[in-house]
């Protein structure tokens, strides 16, 4: 039923090859939970009383995405995607679903924001360093974080995906 190919990071390259393929790699998995699934089923919630969806969680990423890399990264004044109201810096926003966002339309901005990322760190140092928070925060530390953000739900969409159809190990 799967179709994305998962490409498996490099078992001896230099750090950045390896933290860009690490990202890569937990991205696809995000993809590969949701594929085969109609709009309904990636709107289904896990377990009650929560309200995550895989639906949800593509949308968040998009927000992390967009936080991380856009806001934080390059100092870039961008909106939230999915609640306009929401505090910018928050990067905890985009779970709650509403009608007109169907998932090929969340697939689309979440790798828009994926491209935008991969943009703003292509000529970038790993030591480089932002303001944030009041101190700075190095592209290498945005990587790691964002390789646990994406370990840390992609752990949840299993839950959810096995919930769901009984699909596991993806």
């Not at 990587?143 to 646990?148: E, G, R």
């Not at 953000?149 to 699909?167: F, K, M, W």
Request: hydrophobic share 40%.
């Amino acid at each position: 039923m799967t179709t994305t190919e998962r490409p498996m990071p490099p078992l001896d390259a230099d750090e950045r090859t390896a933290l860009e393929s690490w990202l890569d790699f937990y991205r696809t998995t995000l993809v590969m939970k949701c594929e085969g699934l109609s709009d309904e089923q990636v709107r289904r919630t896990s377990v009650a009383p929560s309200p995550l969806t895989l639906l949800g969680l593509v949308q968040h990423m998009a927000e992390v995405e967009r936080n991380w890399f856009r806001r934080v990264l390059t100092g870039e004044e961008v909106a939230p995607i999915y609640d306009p109201r929401a505090d910018p810096d928050a990067s905890d926003g985009g779970f709650d679903l509403t009608e007109n966002v169907s998932f090929a339309t969340a697939r689309a901005t979440w790798e828009a924001e994926i491209a935008h990322a991969r943009s703003n760190c292509v000529a970038r140092e790993l030591d480089r360093t932002s303001p944030f928070m009041g101190g700075d925060v190095t592209l290498r530390w945005i990587y790691l974080h964002m390789i646990a953000e994406y370990a840390r739900h992609n752990g949840h969409a299993d839950l959810i995906r096995e919930r769901i159809d009984g699909t596991t190990g993806v």
